[in-house]
């Protein structure tokens, strides 16, 4: 007799590079057991205020965010989007300077976002309004706002739309502690018990893994969700953030994920230091 089907919500971006990693669990190409994984597709922003409510098993978040449910959550070994000298990029219609944002009006993508505390701890102080991330370049063109923050494929194109670099987030993040800018995780809720969340821990990596080793297939499926993004570009972008640091952090990029929200803790945008607690995988 068949053990009894246990569901887990996985709460996850719809985006390309979100989908190649999640690409082995959503399509079975990995056994999982008595376990049926059940994805739920919205934006990171939604997912940020969804977690400090607990609802889904595992979801992904923005390290910023995970200061805020360290205490339900933990964050598993691998599916992180971590850049190395390169990150989200304020962009804007004008070539200013990186020493003018504070005097800008900038579109985020949400106050929770890692890119959104990245900002804040270079420049404390400046105007901005949250904006949907796939629009804000339009709200930029459209002179709603000074400049825009970017994290998504925008990194990759702004400059053909006639838009400037004022900062790259990652490049500054570099300069200044030589580490990678750490920008999301998954985490998995902590009254699931160690040895489930280990078993997912597995299974997570299992997906991450297969889909590297299985690039053509997993990019096919992920082109599902690349925004009219065509092939090449849609490979750029999930090279970018589906690498090395997402099948293991390494010691270095759990260093990044400390180290990113301990200065968001000394300059008081996060009320509190938090200490990254991670699942390990069996």
């Known amino acids: 007799m068949s053990e009894k089907t246990r569901t887990i919500t996985v709460a996850h971006s719809p985006d390309s590079d979100d989908a190649f990693m999640f690409y082995a669990l959503a399509t079975n190409k990995i056994d999982t057991g008595e376990l049926r994984f059940e994805h739920v597709l919205k934006d990171i922003q939604t997912l940020n205020e969804s977690a400090r409510r607990g609802e889904y098993d595992v979801t992904a978040i923005s390290f910023h965010a995970y200061a805020y449910i360290a205490d339900r959550y933990a964050l598993l070994p691998c599916g992180a989007s971590i850049g190395e000298r390169y990150g989200p990029i304020v962009v804007a219609r004008a070539p200013y300077a990186p020493e003018e944002i504070a005097r800008l009006k900038i579109a985020v993508p949400g106050t929770l976002t ?18 949907p991330f796939d629009q804000i370049i339009t709200a930029v ?18 400059q053909r739309l006639g838009l400037h670099k004022v900062l790259d987030l990652g490049e500054w993040w570099y300069e200044r502690t030589s580490l990678p800018l750490p920008m999301g995780g998954n985490a998995v809720r902590r009254d699931l018990g160690h040895d489930l969340m280990r078993r997912i821990a597995r299974y997570l990596r299992d997906s991450v893994r297969y889909a590297l080793d299985h690039r053509e297939d997993a990019l096919h499926y992920a082109m599902n969700f690349a925004r009219d993004m065509d092939e090449r570009l849609a490979d750029d972008f999930v090279r970018m953030w589906v690498n090395e640091w997402t099948l293991d952090y390494t010691e270095r990029g759990r260093e990044a994920v400390q180290r990113l929200l301990d200065e968001g803790a000394a300059r008081g945008i996060i009320p509190h230091r938090v200490r990254v607690e991670f699942v390990e995988a069996d």
């Not at 420049?123 to 901005?128: I, M, Q, V």
């Not at 970017?150 to 194109?157: R, T, V, W, Y």
């Open 114 to 131: 890692s890119a959104f505390l990245a900002l804040r701890i270079f420049c404390p102080a400046f105007e901005y309004e949250v904006i």
């Open 141 to 158: 063109q459209q002179e709603r706002c000074d400049a825009g923050l970017l994290i998504h494929e925008g990194q990759l194109f702004y």
